[in-house]
Nanobody, 118 residues
Framework: QVQLVESGGGLVQAGGSLRLSCAAS????????VGWFRQAPGKEREFVAA????????YYADSVKGRFTISRDGAANMVYLQMNSLKPEDTAVYYC???????????WGQGTQVTVSS
């Protein structure tokens, strides 16, 4: 079992920044990748970014490339999502997700709300 807890969401004006954190605990030694997903009201959950645990190769959705940066602190079992130049369309609940083996993300956090006002 892996437990994930997100934090750092909030209300920000367009053009602003937020940093989300994901704290992982439990059987994290079997982590292959950790990702961030988001779900806006009335829309399906979508991929935002991911990072491989063994070597910090990163992946991004086209919609956030150049604005968001995912990083990790392996010693602290933390994953971060730095979000800059935020847009109203970035408004969503953001979820941290754990992947033991591709392609399935097998553990999810409870989510943190990000609201970007215009």
């Amino acid at each position: 079992q892996v437990q994930l807890v997100e934090s750092g969401g909030g209300l920000v004006q367009a053009g602003g920044s937020l940093r989300l954190s994901c704290a992982a605990s439990g059987r994290t030694f079997r982590t292959y990748r950790v990702g961030w997903f988001r779900q806006a009201p009335g829309k399906e959950r979508e991929f935002v970014a991911a990072i491989r645990w063994s070597d910090p190769i990163t992946y991004y959705a086209d919609s956030v490339k150049g604005r968001f940066t995912i990083s990790r602190d392996g010693a602290a079992n933390m994953v971060y999502l730095q979000m800059n130049s935020l847009k109203p369309e970035d408004t969503a609940v953001y979820y941290c997700a754990h992947q033991t083996m591709p392609p399935t993300y097998d553990y999810w956090g409870q989510g943190t709300q990000v609201t970007v006002s215009s």
